[in-house]
């Protein structure tokens, strides 16, 4: 081992590249289900700004995103108002996606908070 690669994992750098690594993991994460979700709703919702900001919070709030902002009854309340306008649209696929991006939100948090 070289002495500057010796350093750099004495400083914490293999921990960083791990940190890196599981940040990456989870933009993907959100990635697929952005991808998901949009694949599975009605033509008509998907060009909708409103539907897609909201369909986003929920994927970051889901994901332990870094951009959201808001408390979980916050959210539960959105998520709720959210899955009525597609039920109302018929988009039960894009919802399915939804539910199952946050059952696994206690996994996403527990990625989140070993990054740190």
């Known amino acids: 081992m070289s002495f500057l690669r010796g350093l ?6 293999k921990k960083t590249d791990e940190r890196q690594r599981m940040m990456d993991s989870l933009e993907v994460t959100r990635l697929r289900i952005w991808k998901r979700v949009q694949e599975n709703l009605p033509e ?3 060009n909708r700004d409103e539907i ?4 986003a919070e929920q994927i970051n709030y889901a994901t332990a995103g870094s951009q959201f902002v808001g408390s979980d009854e916050e959210m539960l309340n959105k ?3 959210l899955v009525a306008e597609l039920r ?13 991006a946050m059952k696994l ?3 996403y948090l527990g990625l989140a908070k070993r990054m740190i």
């Open 8 to 13: 750099f994992l004495l400083f914490g750098g």
């Open 44 to 46: 008509q919702l998907r």
């Open 52 to 55: 897609n900001r909201a369909i």
């Open 79 to 81: 998520l709720t108002a």
């Open 88 to 100: 109302a649209n018929e988009a039960e696929q894009a919802i399915s996606e939804l539910i199952l």
């Open 105 to 107: 939100r206690s996994y």
